[in-house]
């Protein structure tokens, strides 16, 4: 009787065991989704060459400009951003890397809208300054010109780095 008893209590623990798999099991689950598409376009600020031929990869224009010591040179309309899309952006000109002011007398870019001849001037950016912002808006089909000031004081040379930052204006 013992041994009915036992077989007896474990075949009730395992049908309680199932009765609560069952009910864990049993709960309701109700679904979300996220549907979504990817386009891919092309860039709404880019690049393009002025009176300097850069290299445009992307979104990064690279200029080697060739300069003699002491002697102040001006590359007018040097590069140009224009605004390809149909709304208009705020943006963001800032020195990453500068140029050393031991070795440059002069060394900035002068921004005006669409083309030195013709628009207006925007603001300079001293590219031996860490700290030196232009900002503004560029509206649509915009473009900006850059002119830039160099005057060597040395035959050291450098790099500099500049960032446009740009987010579509609110």
């Known amino acids: 009787m ?12 395992l049908l309680i065991t199932a009765i609560f798999i069952a009910t864990a099991s049993a709960d309701v689950y109700r679904y979300m989704y996220i549907d979504g598409t990817v386009t891919v376009g092309s860039a709404k600020l880019v690049w393009s060459n002025g009176s300097v031929t850069a290299t445009i990869v992307g979104s990064t224009a690279t200029i080697t400009l060739n300069v003699e010591e002491d002697v102040p040179i001006n590359f007018t309309d040097a590069l140009f951003l224009t605004n390809n899309d149909a ?7 800032s020195v990453l890397t500068t140029l050393s002011g031991t070795d440059f007398t002069t060394a900035q870019i002068h921004v005006y809208a669409t083309n030195e001849a013709t628009g207006p001037y925007v603001d300079t950016l001293d590219l031996k300054s ?13 473009i ?27």
Not at 2 to 13: F, G
Not at 144 to 170: C, K, M, N, R, W
């Open 2 to 13: 013992n041994a009915k008893y036992k077989k007896s209590l474990k075949i009730v623990t």
């Open 87 to 93: 709304v208009s952006y705020d943006y963001t000109i």
């Open 130 to 142: 860490p700290t030196d912002t232009v900002a503004g808006t560029l509206a649509a089909s915009g």
């Open 144 to 170: 900006l010109s850059f002119t830039i000031d160099i005057e060597a004081s040395t035959a050291t040379g450098g790099t500099f780095q500049v960032q446009v930052a740009y987010v579509q204006t609110p």
